[in-house]
């Protein structure tokens, strides 16, 4: 049963490695979108300045005498003093005429009152730049001044690299705090599946009861399959045991019957070869009725044996409870039961295969001893716990003692006789069942003895 | 001694009443439940021996409402299934004893006896006659005072020809009686017992008589 | 005829070849057949103490040190960038100029603070305020004007005594006239007036500060308006005829300020000279080099020093120079000949 299930992964890790990967793709989404969102106010920022430069130049543009003047303030360029020291580059345009700056300078073509923002490679550096243009009216002709205003991102890059730090350092903390939790949440979840399983495992063999503890409601599919299994389970065992109970019913039902017209019907016939081929038939249904127990019983010996259920009893209590119910057989036989035993053992196995293994044994006992023998029945602890039977009968034969030793080893009893047989064969399993064995020998003064140790 | 045997098989119920009226006993059979909680109800029995499969119910569940109305009759279970579970079953809803079908009479006659000399002191069953008196629980006889105990054997052929005085029993009979079908004996068996009985009565009017080819007989010495 | 084409022959080279220098001196011209080439508006004696300083820590490193005006140094080092390592001059805007074009090399790990620097490329080094200077004598047994305005009060009041006997900057040649000039007219209205009343009193105008002081020593003018202040102290210490005054409403300070070349032949060595530069003029042991330090107490409100920003590109516009050119011309010249 201790078989190791082949496994489908770790629930824990599965969890946590599921909890830990959403947090780094949040963390990692978290992180984009903060500097994509800084990247968009800071180059707003740039531009609002440039935009605000552009204009003050356009401002100062003016025709004095039909000639183009542009009085830049000395505030356009102020403004656009920077912590890194951005370069500024301008060119100033009368229509298609380059007045002054920087003449290879880029323009956008620009109408009306817009300004137009690019990114574009100047001298080459990433710069930004605006364009815009203003409409002066003279007085024979309208010109249009169009002035471009650059700036390299040097202290942007700095401000996206600073937020990209801490977009990073917010981001590294979320995933940390998201993966202790995680981790936190994953031991907690998997602690009700723990909890669920040592419940399960400090459950005795016999015990299918349905679990009645609270679990979340996620387990409790799991749960009411498991109370449904071990209902149908427990279900099934019943059957099992109905079943050869059922089978017993069954069989000796009739044969009871048949016994009971033998019998009276043995009364009152006198011929001799008459009663002696009803007795045949009584001692065969005698026989068939025992072997039909026992095979029921060895079934339901190999079904308890199976999940064994173990409990303390007092193993003298037992034994003794037994020798008094088999006193009747005895006497009606002239034999006699005598009973040794310590004060007290307690041991703990199943008192039913217990008993029914002693009581083959006190069967086979009383069996084979003569009338008015004796049937010694020893229960003791010292050295080990065993119960020992001895008849007074003529004991095993001498040549099948090994025999019979291998024939139930094997736990078949395809020959011989099927009574007795099967009877040491129950004990012998029970025995192994209880960690122990059964020995069978002749006593030196005659007779069989069995020790059943357990 | 009166019995109630309740049981719903007919074959096997005629054939435990004309086996326990050999021996003296009276019988009242009951076939289902119902009768039976009748049959309580009106007469006192001493001894009830309780089928546990019946038409109308389990006889387990007789057995419970019979200790529950605090009726002390001991009970000796009569089951068809297997020994290993109903044993713990049956004793612990307090019957007295079991006996699995199909069962030797001679087996359910020795737990019966157990049974009552458990729960003896209730009825008197002493047979007084000839001087020897018997007492067939204890298994004891005394003649002219002079008590002893018999051996189960002898007990029992005492106990079947003190029942009928004058009957003639043919050997068969008797070994019928007092050996089960798988002890076997010769018919000659037999007279070891007769030899015996007739020691232990030797100082009492009672002799057994045998009848060349027919059997034994017990007599009054008059 | 002869003469005049041999004249010709021998100054052609001199002019496309050689340039015309105020001075070019050589240091240390044994130690190496590279020289680190220097080319600085501000005159030899005053480096040389620097340079000598920097030679004995760089034994190996021969240095050419080239002085001419700061409007030539626009022009030539924007012309041959590659035949400059270091570029010193006191015309700010100009320097600026060439840094934002991209014309000089960022020098790491010069301790300066961010507003003594532009883009690490441009390192100011020292803190020199624009001062009227006067001789004394003209001033004989009357108050000293402290500020722009009572220089102005005092001219009108003795126009004879004045007239031709004023000097300043012709803004038009020399860049850090210009550069004076232009952030005086950005301070204050007074600069215009200022110009008129000169204008009227018939000014005389200066290419250099050398020259000016000059004449103020000998007594050929009377007031000398935005010298540089350490050419003047210079002639302090030798003379007592001159007093140097710094305007006290708003003192024009400027800093002179070093690059090194976009394509400096030798960038290790003008970086440790840059380096050697800020150290010896940001360090405690100013007594020892005549020219003044980069003031550290910049914060101080009165002295305005012009600050290294883009801002300074504006009065280089195209447009906007053409116009502050024909106002100053208007105040300063037009006047004079009518």
Not at chain 3, 55 to 84: C, M, Q
Not at chain 3, 271 to 294: V, Y
Request: some cysteine; aromatic content about 6%; proline content about 4%.
């Amino acid at each position: 049963m201790t078989r190791n299930l082949p496994t489908s992964g770790s629930l824990r890790n599965h969890l946590v490695l599921t909890l830990i990967g959403g947090a780094a793709i949040l963390a990692l989404l978290l992180f984009f979108a903060i500097r994509n969102y800084a990247t968009q106010v800071a180059q707003q920022g740039q531009d609002n300045i440039l935009g605000a430069s552009v204009t003050s130049i356009l401002d100062a543009a003016s025709i004095r005498d039909g000639t183009i003047e542009v009085d830049i303030p000395y505030a356009s360029f102020s403004m656009l003093s920077t912590q890194s020291d951005d370069r500024i580059f301008y060119a100033i345009y009368q229509d298609e005429t380059f007045l002054s700056g920087y003449p290879k300078l880029s323009l956008a073509t620009v109408s009306g009152q817009e300004s137009i923002f690019q990114s574009v490679k100047h001298r080459g550096k990433t710069v930004r730049l605006v364009t815009a243009s203003r409409t002066l009216i003279g007085i024979e002709k309208r010109t249009q001044i169009r002035v471009a205003l650059a700036q390299t991102q040097d202290a942007l890059s700095g401000t996206l690299a600073q937020i990209s730090r801490n977009a990073a350092l917010f981001g590294t903390g979320f995933f940390a705090l998201a993966a202790l939790l995680s981790i936190w949440a994953s031991s907690t979840t998997v602690g009700q599946l723990k909890r669920l399983t040592n419940s399960v495992t400090r459950r005795g063999p016999q015990d299918l009861s349905p679990f009645e503890k609270p679990v979340p409601s996620e387990m409790l599919p799991l749960v009411t399959s498991l109370n449904s299994l071990m209902q149908r389970l427990d279900h099934s065992l019943g059957q099992s045991e109905d079943f050869i109970a059922e089978a017993a019913h069954r069989v000796r039902t009739p044969l009871a019957t048949v016994r009971s017209y033998a019998e009276a019907t043995l009364q009152r016939v006198d011929k001799e070869e008459n009663r002696q081929a009803l007795r045949s038939m009584v001692r065969a249904i005698d026989e068939s009725s025992r072997a039909a127990g026992q095979l029921l019983d060895h079934a339901m010996i190999t079904f308890r044996a199976d999940h064994l259920e173990h409990q303390n009893l007092d193993l003298v209590a037992l034994v003794n409870e037994l020798v008094v119910r088999l006193m009747p057989i005895a006497e009606m036989k002239d034999l006699e039961l005598r009973f040794h035993s310590d004060a007290q053992i307690t041991y703990s196995g199943d008192p039913v295969l217990i008993q029914n293994a002693v009581r083959n044994l006190i069967d086979n006992a009383l069996k084979y001893s003569p009338s008015e023998g004796t049937v010694n029945i020893l229960v003791t602890a010292a050295p080990n716990v065993h119960v020992r039977v001895c008849d007074s009968g003529n004991g095993f034969p001498s040549e099948e003692l090994n025999t019979l030793a291998t024939r139930f080893k094997r736990g078949k009893n395809a020959e011989g006789t099927i009574g007795s047989g099967l009877g040491l064969t129950i004990a012998m399993d029970v025995a192994r069942a209880h960690g122990g064995n059964l020995q069978l020998s002749n006593g030196t003064e005659g007779g069989a003895c069995a020790l059943l140790s357990l | 001694m009166k019995y109630l045997l309740i049981e719903d098989n007919q074959e096997l119920a005629d054939a435990i009443s004309s086996r326990m009226r050999l021996d003296g006993h009276v019988i009242d059979h009951a076939a289902k439940l119902e009768d039976a909680t009748a049959f309580v109800e009106t007469g006192e029995y001493d001894l009830i021996l309780l089928d546990i499969m019946l038409p109308d119910g389990d006889g387990r569940s007789f057995l419970k409402e019979h200790r529950a109305s605090h009726l002390d009759t001991p009970v000796i279970i009569l089951t068809a299934r297997s020994q290993v579970l109903d044993r713990i079953d049956s004793l612990d809803l307090g019957a007295d004893d079991y006996v699995t079908k199909p069962f030797d009479h001679a087996e359910l006659e020795a737990r019966c006896r157990a049974v009552l000399r458990r729960n003896a002191g209730k009825s008197q069953t002493v047979i007084v006659t000839g001087g020897v008196v018997f007492d067939p629980l204890a298994g004891h006889m005394a003649v002219h005072g002079q008590s002893l105990t018999l051996r189960n054997r002898e007990l029992r052929l005492l106990e079947l020809l003190i029942n009928s005085p004058g009957q003639v029993f043919s050997k068969q009979k008797l070994s019928d009686r007092l050996f089960s079908y798988d002890d076997d004996v010769s018919e000659n068996a037999i007279e070891v017992y007769i030899g015996r009985l007739r020691k232990h009565l030797e100082n009492s009017d009672l002799k057994i008589t045998t009848l060349r080819g027919l059997g034994y007989r017990l007599d009054h010495d008059t | 005829m002869r003469i005049a084409i041999a004249l010709v022959l021998w100054v052609l080279p001199q002019v496309i070849f050689a340039q015309e220098w105020e001075d070019r001196q050589l240091f240390n011209d044994h130690a190496s057949e590279q020289k680190l080439r220097i080319i600085s508006s501000t005159d030899t004696s005053f480096f040389t103490p620097i340079i000598k300083s920097f030679i004995s820590k760089y034994p190996n490193v021969a240095v050419e040190y080239l002085v001419t005006g700061t409007a030539d140094i626009d022009r030539i080092f924007r012309a041959t960038p590659d035949a400059f390592d270091v570029v010193i001059s006191s015309a700010m805007d100009l320097q600026l100029k060439i840094v934002n074009d991209g014309l000089a090399r960022p020098v790491s790990n010069v301790p300066l603070p961010s507003w003594a620097q532009w883009r690490q490329s441009l390192f100011a080094f020292t803190s020199e305020p624009a001062a009227i200077v006067i001789n004394r004598e003209a001033f004989a047994g009357h108050p000293i004007p402290d500020t722009r305005q009572k220089l102005i009060e005092a001219l009108r009041a003795r126009p004879e005594i004045f007239r031709g006997r004023i000097g300043t900057y012709d803004v038009r040649k020399s860049g850090l006239g210009y550069l004076f000039a232009t952030q005086d007219a950005r301070a204050s209205e007074t600069y215009w007036r200022l110009m008129e009343v000169m204008g009227a009193l018939d000014i005389r105008l200066y290419c250099c500060s050398g020259d000016m002081i000059n004449d103020l020593s000998d007594g050929t003018i009377a007031v000398a308006y935005n010298v540089l202040g350490s050419y003047a102290t210079a002639r302090v210490e030798s003379k007592g005829a001159i007093e140097i005054i710094l305007p006290s409403n708003f003192p024009t300070t400027m800093m002179r300020t070093a690059m090194v070349s976009i394509d400096a032949p030798h960038f290790e060595d003008a970086s440790a000279f840059i380096r050697h530069l800020i150290a010896l003029q940001s360090g405690s042991e100013k007594a020892a080099f005549p020219l003044p330090p980069l003031n550290s107490k910049l914060n101080d409100v009165e002295r305005s020093t012009i600050a290294l920003e883009p801002a300074l590109m504006t009065f280089l516009d195209t447009l906007k120079r053409r116009r502050f050119l024909a106002e100053w011309e208007d105040a300063v010249i037009q006047k004079q000949q009518k």
